[in-house]
C-alpha cells in the first residue's frame, strides 16, 4: 500500500515473449506504452518478490506483477467522512455528498476507501457494500481479510436493515406507505439504470415522514441492492430526487460544482454481528436539506 492504494496485480499467462514492458503494453493498452515505462521507472511495478522490474526484464511465464494506479490531475473533494465506529473487525464511515467510496475513473486519492487506508493505516480495509458518489451516509467497512465473509453474508442473506432518507416532490394523489417492486437492468446509456418489463428483481418500501408545500421527507427501506435503485423507483413515481442529476434525465452540474448536492442519505443500518451475536445499530447524525 502506497500512500492508501493498495496495488493492482496481474498474472503473467504461460505463453508470451518480449519483455515485460512489451506484456503490460499489450494486455493493459488503455494506459500507454509510455506511461508503462514512466511507472516502471518511477518503481511502481514490482513483482511478487517485491522487487521493482525494469523495462528490459524478459517475459516470465506465471509471474505476479503488482503496479499502483496513479492519475495527472484528480478533482479535489473537500469535504469530509468521519469513523462512526471501528473495531478490531468493522468499521462505519458516514461519507458526504460527491466523495466516491472507492477508485474510478477520475478518482483515486479522493475516495473514501483510500483516504481511510492512509488515514489508518488499514491495508485490509474492504466496503462491504456501496453507495454512489451522489449519495451521503452510512457505509459498512470489513477491517480485516479473515473476517470479511461473515459480514458480506450479512448482504447475501439480507440479513441487514438499511434506512435511507430523501427529500423528493409532494404528490397527494400517491398513497403512502407504498411498495415499489419492478424490474431494474441497466439502460443503454451504461451509467443509467432503467425499470423494464419482467420479473421484479428489485423491491423498495416507501413512507413519508413529513411534508412541507410542494416538497416531502421520504423513508426508503430497500429490500433488494440494485445500483440506482431507490433513485429509478422514486422517478418511476413522477417523485425525482431533489437534485437528482440523472434520473428522470441527465443533468450533469458543471465540473467543480458542488452547490446541488442529491438529496439522498443512507440514514442508518441494523443488524446482529455474526460474529458476537451482538445486536448493532449505526445511525448518521447529518441532514438534508430543509423542505421549504
Same mark, same amino acid.
Given at each position: 500500500?502506497?500512500?492508501?492504494?493498495?496495488?493492482?496485480?496481474?498474472?503473467?499467462?504461460?505463453?508470451?515473449?518480449?519483455?515485460?514492458?512489451?506484456?503490460?503494453?499489450?494486455?493493459?493498452?488503455?494506459?500507454?506504452?509510455?506511461?508503462?515505462?514512466?511507472?516502471?521507472?518511477?518503481?511502481?511495478?514490482?513483482?511478487?518478490?517485491?522487487?521493482?522490474?525494469?523495462?528490459?526484464?524478459?517475459?516470465?511465464?506465471?509471474?505476479?506483477?503488482?503496479?499502483?494506479?496513479?492519475?495527472?490531475?484528480?478533482?479535489?473533494?473537500?469535504?469530509?467522512?468521519?469513523?462512526?465506529?471501528?473495531?478490531?473487525?468493522?468499521?462505519?464511515?458516514?461519507?458526504?455528498?460527491?466523495?466516491?467510496?472507492?477508485?474510478?475513473?477520475?478518482?483515486?486519492?479522493?475516495?473514501?476507501?483510500?483516504?481511510?487506508?492512509?488515514?489508518?493505516?488499514?491495508?485490509?480495509?474492504?466496503?462491504?457494500?456501496?453507495?454512489?458518489?451522489?449519495?451521503?451516509?452510512?457505509?459498512?467497512?470489513?477491517?480485516?481479510?479473515?473476517?470479511?465473509?461473515?459480514?458480506?453474508?450479512? $448482504?447475501?442473506?439480507?440479513?441487514?436493515?438499511?434506512?435511507?432518507?430523501?427529500?423528493?416532490?409532494?404528490?397527494?394523489?400517491?398513497? $403512502?406507505?407504498?411498495?415499489?417492486?419492478?424490474?431494474?437492468?441497466?439502460?443503454?446509456?451504461?451509467?443509467?439504470?432503467?425499470?423494464?418489463?419482467?420479473?421484479?428483481?428489485?423491491?423498495?418500501?416507501?413512507?413519508?415522514?413529513?411534508?412541507?408545500?410542494?416538497?416531502?421527507?421520504?423513508?426508503?427501506?430497500?429490500?433488494?441492492?440494485?445500483?440506482?435503485?431507490?433513485?429509478?423507483?422514486?422517478?418511476?413515481?413522477?417523485?425525482?430526487?431533489?437534485?437528482?442529476?440523472?434520473?428522470?434525465?441527465?443533468?450533469?452540474?458543471?465540473?467543480?460544482? $458542488?452547490?446541488?448536492?442529491?438529496?439522498?442519505?443512507?440514514?442508518?443500518?441494523? $443488524?446482529?454481528?455474526?460474529?458476537?451475536?451482538?445486536?448493532?445499530?449505526?445511525?448518521?447524525?447529518?441532514?438534508?436539506?430543509?423542505?421549504?
Amino acid at each position: 500500500m502506497r500512500n492508501g492504494v493498495s496495488a493492482s496485480c496481474i498474472v503473467l499467462p504461460a505463453t508470451g515473449q518480449g519483455s515485460l514492458l512489451d506484456f503490460l503494453a499489450q494486455r493493459l493498452p488503455t494506459v500507454g506504452r509510455a506511461q508503462w515505462l514512466q511507472r516502471i521507472e518511477a518503481g511502481d511495478v514490482v513483482d511478487e518478490h517485491g522487487v521493482a522490474v525494469t523495462a528490459l526484464r524478459p517475459f516470465e511465464r506465471g509471474l505476479r506483477l503488482y503496479y499502483y494506479r496513479s492519475l495527472d490531475a484528480e478533482p479535489e473533494i473537500a469535504f469530509q467522512a468521519s469513523v462512526l465506529y471501528q473495531d478490531a473487525h468493522l468499521l462505519v464511515a458516514d461519507k458526504p455528498h460527491f466523495l466516491p467510496v472507492t477508485p474510478s475513473g477520475r478518482y483515486l486519492h479522493q475516495t473514501l476507501l483510500v483516504r481511510l487506508k492512509q488515514q489508518l493505516g488499514l491495508p485490509e480495509l474492504s466496503p462491504l457494500h456501496r453507495i454512489d458518489r451522489d449519495t451521503a451516509g452510512l457505509v459498512l467497512f470489513s477491517v480485516q481479510r479473515a473476517t470479511r465473509g461473515r459480514y458480506q453474508g450479512l $448482504f447475501r442473506d439480507r440479513a441487514i436493515a438499511k434506512e435511507y432518507e430523501a427529500v423528493a416532490p409532494w404528490r397527494a394523489e400517491v398513497a $403512502f406507505p407504498c411498495q415499489r417492486r419492478s424490474r431494474i437492468e441497466e439502460s443503454a446509456q451504461f451509467f443509467r439504470m432503467q425499470e423494464v418489463p419482467g420479473e421484479a428483481n428489485t423491491c423498495t418500501h416507501i413512507e413519508v415522514l413529513d411534508v412541507a408545500g410542494d416538497w416531502a421527507r421520504y423513508r426508503l427501506r430497500p429490500i433488494t441492492g440494485k445500483r440506482h435503485q431507490l433513485r429509478v423507483h422514486m422517478a418511476a413515481l413522477r417523485l425525482p430526487l431533489r437534485h437528482d442529476a440523472l434520473y428522470p434525465e441527465v443533468n450533469d452540474a458543471p465540473a467543480g460544482d $458542488f452547490s446541488r448536492p442529491l438529496q439522498l442519505l443512507a440514514r442508518s443500518l441494523a $443488524f446482529t454481528d455474526p460474529l458476537t451475536g451482538e445486536s448493532r445499530y449505526f445511525e448518521s447524525p447529518r441532514t438534508l436539506l430543509a423542505l421549504a
